[in-house]
């Protein structure tokens, strides 16, 4: 069992940066993988990124590579999502979800937060 919870969202204009944040409970949560996932007004849930439990692996949709970065401190137990370069078509609310084994299919992860809203401004 893991509970998630975001933070860091809020209101930026395009071009600037954000940092979100995914605190998730038990000691457990070292062997889980992270997913990072959005949901504009009016459109389907869609992946933005994913780390693996350790952290050594990473993967991103094409639409962030390259501005987004993803890491994790298992330490504590959190893992972040570095946003830079922010587009008006990065708006949404952005959810961080638990995996057992690293996957960008969102059936794979049995563990959600409640989100974060995310604004870019032009």
């Known amino acids: 069992q893991v509970q998630l919870i975001e933070s860091g969202g809020g209101l930026v204009q395009a071009g600037g940066s954000l940092r979100l944040s995914c605190a998730a409970s038990g000691r457990t949560f070292s062997s889980y993988a992270v997913g990072w996932f959005r949901q504009a007004p009016g459109k389907e849930r869609e992946f933005v990124t994913a780390i693996n439990h350790s952290g050594g692996s990473t993967y991103y949709a094409d639409s962030v590579k390259g501005r987004f970065t993803i890491s994790r401190d298992n330490a504590k137990n959190t893992v972040y999502l570095q946003m830079n370069s922010l587009k008006p078509e990065d708006t949404a609310v952005y959810y961080c979800?638990?995996?057992?084994?690293?996957?960008?299919?969102?059936?794979?992860?049995?563990?959600w937060g409640q989100g974060t809203q995310v604004t870019v401004s032009s």
């Open positions: 979800a638990a995996s057992s084994s690293w996957s960008a299919v969102q059936r794979s992860y049995g563990y």
